[in-house]
């Protein structure tokens, strides 16, 4: 009862029981934001809230004096540790190794931690709110992002006043420079959580809301995007923020109106035209030699309709749409000029989809794509100036099980070490090494790359005869148990890997909202943000 009521107090709007933090052991200590003079730039309930002050503490205890002049963070969206097992075997497969030895790019960071999802009011969370507490320190509901727990889901009202500061925002009133990177749409929650506010992470363009909410002045994430600059100049100053210079992902049909290529938007408002007046010496790119041609910020690209690609369709040589790489690298060309440092974020989203269909061979090699990505950003940036974050937002009900013998087919049926024919189940049948507690069961759809087409036939879960099936073509969609119209979430803990200055705050088992505060504790950003504010303030 004592800690409930410690987390009450601390509250400006109200407290629930969803809203209990141990802070017993911050509650004698010093904060860093409260041994400086400077007023953080955070709205007082943000910097109040129980989760902010828990996790802030403890980030604290592992300050070091050298500050990161930049910080990338990758995550994968549905990148649950059983992901990354397979995904390591997979890719030492592809290279000709039996593969449980061999290890991702961001195996071999220094720093390992694991991180707990939930969100406030759900034990296994969606990606708004996980996203949200990593971009703000502080947790929230599912399907919310850039605001507090008071709000209530779908409830535009709601949201006044519990609005929260997010990083990439503390970047750019430091004077930043900024990128956000993405395989999914650019509105969609992971990505969208870095720039944007919403009690319903579905409203991205204006036609998925409510006459209501319109009403009332919520605005959907595709226009909040546009006005962003303007948002935060007109909270902080003129001058506050020059605005995101790179923006790459997908969801096209977002910023255009409805009779418009694909077009979303009951407004009329095209905001691709809109972002290219206000910004008449900006570069607009929708495919990968525009992307490649491209150089000067700012940089928006929109490059599909929807989501993008899966990364085995982006490689098929022709194809319009660029690698993870490409993108990424294409981002820090460009925000490495910046003499004042950079925060990127860089999401591998289609890990989650291809889950969400239950397609292991999408899943993996999305995250393959990502550990080559960071590879590549590893030989590109200085570590010692650099502060680089891999995660995931969630886990999926993704399984290996069946005691396969060592170097078999990651993809393939389980064959034991005792044995040279596939292993039998209790009812005579060969079964598969990878398979998912739910989702639409059982496909085979052969050389098929894509793996939404999975939504296109009804489910058919339970055991299936594999006898003459290839479980290792890319159409292949394993076995789920219950059957659901697409697989869902799980709820453990996910892997964190670190390098670079504060970098060792990230260790051990943590609530997911303080690697926000291992990020921003690492950089000077929310005190420069500070003075930046208080001398246009003072100028006039």
């Excluded at 430091?174 to 009690?199: D, F, I, W």
């Excluded at 060969?430 to 069961?441: A, E, H, K, V």
Aim: one cysteine or more.
């Amino acid at each position: 009862m004592h800690r409930l009521l410690t987390a009450c107090a601390l509250l400006l709007t109200g407290c629930t029981n969803n809203s209990v933090v141990d802070t017993s052991d911050t509650s004698n200590s010093e904060s860093p934001a409260m041994k400086s003079s400077y007023s953080s730039p955070m709205p007082e309930h943000q910097q109040k809230s129980p989760w902010f002050q828990d996790a802030q503490g403890k980030a604290s205890r592992y300050a070091g004096d050298k500050k990161a002049k930049n910080v990338i963070l990758f995550l994968g969206d549905g990148m649950g540790i059983s992901t990354i097992t397979a995904a390591r075997i997979l890719a030492g497969q592809q290279n000709g190794q039996p593969g449980e030895e061999n290890s991702l790019s961001f195996e071999d960071f220094p720093v390992t931690g694991l991180v707990k999802t939930y969100n406030v009011n759900s034990q296994t969370a969606d990606s708004a709110g996980t996203m949200s507490a990593i971009m703000t320190g502080v947790k929230t509901d599912i399907g919310i992002f850039g605001v507090d727990e008071n709000a209530t889901r779908s409830d535009c009202a709601s949201g006044s006043g519990h609005e929260l500061l997010s990083l990439l925002e503390i970047a750019e009133l430091a004077g930043k420079a900024t990128g956000v990177v993405t395989t999914t749409r650019l509105t969609h929650a992971t990505p969208a959580a870095t720039y944007a506010n919403t009690v319903n992470r579905d409203w991205e363009d204006d036609s998925e809301m409510p006459e209501v909410a319109l009403a009332q002045g919520c605005r959907d994430i595709a226009a909040q995007f546009l006005s962003f600059t303007d948002d935060l100049n007109a909270r902080y100053g003129a001058g506050a923020s020059n605005g995101i210079e790179v923006a790459l992902g997908g969801g096209r049909r977002h910023f255009l109106p409805k009779n418009v290529d694909r077009g979303r938007r009951a407004d009329g408002r095209n905001l691709i035209a809109e972002w290219q007046t206000q910004h008449p010496q900006g570069t607009y790119v929708e495919n990968k030699i525009q992307l490649a041609a491209a150089q000067q910020t700012p940089l928006l690209g929109l490059l599909s309709a929807s989501h993008m690609q899966y990364a085995s369709q982006r490689q098929v040589e022709g194809t319009a749409q660029p690698s993870l790489q490409a993108m990424t690298g294409k981002a820090i060309e460009l925000l490495e000029g910046s003499d004042q440092g950079y925060l990127l974020v860089v999401e591998a989203g289609r890990i989650d989809h291809a889950h969400h269909a239950g397609n292991a061979f999408n899943a993996l090699n999305d995250t393959i794509e990502l550990s080559d990505t960071v590879a590549e950003t590893l030989r590109r940036v200085d570590p010692e100036e650099t502060l680089i974050l891999v995660t995931a937002d969630h886990s999926h009900v993704f399984t290996m099980a069946g005691y396969p013998r060592r170097g078999n087919p990651i993809l393939g049926k389980v064959v034991s070490a005792w044995s040279d024919e596939p292993t039998l189940d209790g009812a005579g049948q060969p079964y598969t090494t990878l398979g998912y507690m739910n989702g639409r069961g059982f496909a085979d759809y052969g050389p098929e790359l894509n793996a939404d087409h999975r939504y296109l036939d009804p489910h058919d879960t339970g055991r299936k005869d594999l006898t003459r099936i290839d479980t290792t073509a890319p159409g292949y969609h394993q076995e789920a148990l219950v059957p659901m119209d697409a697989e869902t979430h799980g709820g453990e803990d996910v892997a964190v890997y670190a390098v670079g200055p504060g970098a060792q705050a990230a260790g051990g088992v943590n609530e997911q909202n303080l690697l926000f505060h291992v990020m921003l504790q690492a950089t000077d950003w929310e005190e420069t943000a500070a003075r930046r504010i208080d001398e246009r303030a003072s100028s006039h």
